[in-house]
Each structure stands twice: as C-alpha cells, then as structure tokens.
C-alpha cells in the first residue's frame, strides 16, 4: 500500500556533510509523522529525529545541534540533513512514517528499506 524509498547515504570524512532523503508513495491520504532511525553493526536500532505533521521535531541528544530533519509535504519527502558527521555516526539509517491510507482511513506504519552511511576518521 506504501512504500518509502531512502536515497542520500554514502561515504563521507569526519566533519563532513550528506543529506538523507526518504520519499512516501502509495496509498497515502496523509502522513503523521516521519522519522529516521539507524542501526549500527551489532547495536539496536535507535531513533535519530522525528517530524510531526505540524513541524514540530525531536532529534536524538547525540545528533542535536547536528542533524535537521525537514519534509516536504507536497511530494510526501522527509530530508535528514547532516553536518560535522562523526566516525560513531556511521550506521544504516532507516525512514519511518505512520501514513494514513486513503482507501480505508487505516494507519500504516513502516519502514524504509535503509540507505548505509559511512564516516571515516
């Protein structure tokens, strides 16, 4: 009914810059919340940032400062801007929307298939 496709990751020096993007297609009649989350080698998953319908945000306290998450609600794309990246940012990094479908008016909830960031010292 949903998908969402990841694009942006790649390879990147420390105090270097990328730019995450996630886009929604599908059955959507609106979209509540995105968010990025990311998975380390051998860690659980984590939340990185999150966006509400109404623009307001959450940022994880170790991307804070760092990281600013946006969408475009006309083309159903939330962005994950990343600055000053660190060697412990690498990760595969995940989107996450709770759309609602326009068919029926249910709530969907779920996951992108991740884009790999890779930060070297």
């Known amino acids: 009914q949903v998908q969402l496709v990841e694009s942006g990751g790649g390879l990147v020096q420390a105090g270097g810059s990328l730019r995450l993007s996630c886009a929604a297609s599908g059955s959507i009649f609106s979209i509540n919340e995105m968010g990025w989350y990311r998975q380390a080698p051998g860690k659980q998953r984590e939340l990185v940032a999150v966006?509400?319908?109404?623009?307001?945000?959450n940022y994880a306290g170790s991307v804070k400062g760092r990281f600013t998450i946006s969408r475009d609600n006309a083309k159903n794309t939330v962005f994950l801007q990343m600055n000053s990246l660190k060697p412990e940012d690498t990760a595969d990094y995940y989107c996450?929307?709770?759309?609602?479908?326009?068919?029926?008016?249910?709530?969907?909830?779920?996951w992108g298939q991740g884009t790999q960031v890779t930060v070297s010292s």
């Open positions: 966006i509400t319908s109404d623009d307001s945000t």
């Open positions: 996450n929307a709770e759309v609602l479908i326009d068919t029926d008016r249910t709530t969907w909830h779920g």
